[in-house]
């Protein structure tokens, strides 16, 4: 079985299909440091947190993540609280880098002496429609051809895979929204407990922390807003001006140490499955981080493919396989609803009044109605439960 890219869904399929004895090699275009570096996502659902530790790769995890019972939203300079584990369950949820889910994953792999090429670029996916599919890799000592069983296009959205499927089967459904997010990891310890969402009629504002001595703080901008427009002292009176109420301190500052601008959009690519390739994670589907969805819902694919890929490689029973597609994309639209409800909640029109009107109706719905609260909660701590 190949692997195409050492993201977290790419490397925990290899880990999970390491342990059941099926071989795979993860191939990775980038170097190992590229992708240990890439700060994305830090909110684990708490059914995918439990995945991990299933894959023998929660144990730095469980030691270092904050678990958090609830998150805050803010709107009207006032905070609401909303108890995540009270209305789900008693189910938290654990904040811990994906770039530290990424790591864990490549100190396993490599421990094992599994196969895991960085710097190896797949540039072409062939024979899909055979028994025997094969990739071409620009490697570090050349280009080499691999043949396999199966193909799992971890591989994000620019990858290959997704354009391995024939125009004509593949649907692609995509929404651009009016806003990107500026991003900042900065040393200052978190000024907060949990999580704040933020509705300002300024823009939306996010903040959240990886650690005691490290917050990772998001500031809604215009799509067209470059970094050289941000300067630091810009960044933070925009935050201290968005999370402003009338009971708390001014936010904790640090030095910056990682900053960026991420468009906002949702994809979703159909079928994820072309013959001998599986898609899974940001090759098949891409939801605004509003929701904090991303790595979860890559992460839960490969819960499915992962039982699928058993069934078929070890008792020769291919429907789970079969329905593959089918069986993620239900859960992959629930994700996309649930982003689109938290994306349009939070971020302010800067033209619609009427928008403005329906955002706050739902965000006060959303605060002080139990029901409306509860699906939040539902929905954020464990997407499966409901
Ligand atoms: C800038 C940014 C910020 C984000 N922030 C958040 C957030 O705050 N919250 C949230 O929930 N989600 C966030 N996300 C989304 C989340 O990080 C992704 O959903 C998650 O990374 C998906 O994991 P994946 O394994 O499917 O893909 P990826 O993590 O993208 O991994 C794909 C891997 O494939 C490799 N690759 C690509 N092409 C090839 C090739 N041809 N050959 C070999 N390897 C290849 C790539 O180098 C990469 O390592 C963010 C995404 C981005 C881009």
């Given at each position: ?384 439960s409901l």
């Open positions: 079985m190949v692997i195409i890219g050492a993201g977290p869904a790419g490397l925990l399929l290899g880990q999970l299909l390491e342990r059941e004895g099926i071989e795979n090699i993860v191939l990775e275009h980038r170097s190992r440091e590229y992708i240990e570096k890439r700060v994305r996502a830090g909110v684990i659902e708490y059914g995918i947190a439990e995945l991990i530790d299933e894959a023998g790769a929660g144990e730095r995890m469980r030691r270092e993540g904050l678990q958090h019972h609830g998150v805050e939203l803010r709107f009207d300079r006032t905070s609401h609280r909303i108890p995540l584990s009270e209305l789900a369950d008693g189910k938290p949820i654990t904040v811990y880098g994906q770039q530290e889910v990424v790591k864990d994953l490549v100190d396993l792999r490599q421990g094992a002496g599994a196969s895991l090429f960085f710097d190896s670029e797949v540039v072409a996916i062939e024979g899909l429609t055979t028994d025997s599919p094969s990739v071409q890799v620009e490697a570090v000592d050349g280009p080499v051809r691999i043949s396999c069983d199966y193909v799992a296009g971890c591989d994000g959205s620019f990858g290959v895979s997704n354009k391995a499927i024939p125009k004509e089967l593949l649907r692609r459904h995509e929404r651009t929204y009016p806003f990107s997010w500026l991003g900042i990891l900065t040393e200052a310890a978190p000024a907060t407990e949990e999580l704040i969402y933020c509705r300002h009629e300024n823009g939306f504002a996010l903040y959240s922390m990886r650690s005691p001595t490290l917050s990772r703080l998001y500031l809604g901008v215009r799509p067209e807003d470059t970094l050289d427009q941000w300067s630091d002292d810009r960044i933070w009176d925009e935050l201290n001006t968005r999370l402003a109420t009338d009971q708390t301190p001014e936010i904790n500052q640090g030095p910056i140490i990682e900053r960026g601008i991420t468009a906002m959009r949702s994809i979703v690519v159909e079928p994820m499955r072309y013959g001998r390739l599986l898609l899974a994670g940001d090759a098949a589907h891409i939801v605004p981080p509003t929701g904090a969805k991303g790595m979860n819902l890559a992460l839960a694919d490969v819960r499915v493919l992962f039982g699928a890929l058993v069934d078929q490689l070890k008792s020769g029973d291919g429907r789970a396989l079969e329905a593959y597609s089918a069986t993620c994309l239900e859960r992959v639209w629930r994700a996309e609803e649930f982003s689109t409800y938290m994306t349009q909640m939070l971020h302010p029109s800067y033209q619609d009044e009427f928008e403005n009107g329906i955002q706050m109706a739902r965000l006060r719905q959303a605060a002080n109605s139990k029901e409306a609260s509860t699906v939040l909660a539902r929905n954020y701590v464990d997407l499966n």
